[in-house]
């Protein structure tokens, strides 16, 4: 069966043609075809919604059975209705996604939150395949998300979109865009380290310089306490660390693992399935019948 996939970030929208043989099996989910093309979130909403439409037809979408949708933003699971959205993409909030899909191309629209969506990717196609247990994935990126899939069946209530990003790490420490001080997300990111390292993370990673290397050495530190501190609270089987900075874990990953090891014993994995996370599964959530009502 072929279904659309779709992942809109900030930056690109990402989508992919994906044939599966057997909704189960990960080994059968394929993808035929892949494409990215600009967000224009500044834009605002229309010209978000114009790209994603842009995207889709980009394929020859009559064929397939329906489409997927992984967002930026809060999602309503059972109306597939952007609820929130920061303005990152201008007026997205309320915009009821599925509802405007469906109408457009005649099809099955659902449409999932992106960082639930590449949990599900990572979980049961990427970096927790083939394991079993709860899954606890960290996105590093702007800010750190971090979510947890606690079982075998999927919606709303096996999936936890928690706001650990925003548990204070250092009391009194640094001033977070959330109004309270010390969030790990002001210590844990691709924000906090450009800008507190280095802008170029590339240069970060292969620095020489002594503070640039403590910089580094707390940053290893932090995640690895954020990480133990909540695996203690919900004892996930695996971890898997995402988001843009897990691109570059070829220069970090071992100098990081040395001082997690110190700390938790939680098995723990880079994501595998880079940018593809999101498109994969969303579609993975569909046909694993997470859409009662959508
Ligand atoms: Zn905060």
Known sequence: MLTIGVDVGGTNIKSALIEVGDAKNGDTYKILEFVSIPTDAKKGRDAVVANIIKSIEHFDWKICEAIAVATAGTVDWDSGEVTYATETIPNYTGTALSKILSEHFNKRVVVINDAVSALIGEGFLGA??????S?????????LGASLLTGETLDSQTILDTK???FILHEEGRVCTCGQRGCAEQYVSATALKRYGNDNLYQLF?????????ILSDFYKDLSAVISRSAELYNPSLVVIGGGVIEMSEYWWQSFLKEYRSKCATPISPANLGNKAG??????????GAFKNQ
Request: hydrophobic share 30%; no cysteine; net charge positive.
């Open 128 to 133: 927790g395949k083939k394991k079993s247990g």
């Open 279 to 288: 498109v994969l599964g969303s579609v993975y959530a569909y046909l694993n």
């Open 135 to 143: 899954v606890m994935m960290f996105t590093i990126g702007t800010g």
């Open 206 to 214: 292969h620095t020489s310089d002594i503070s640039q290397k403590k």
């Open 164 to 166: 650990l990003g925003h």
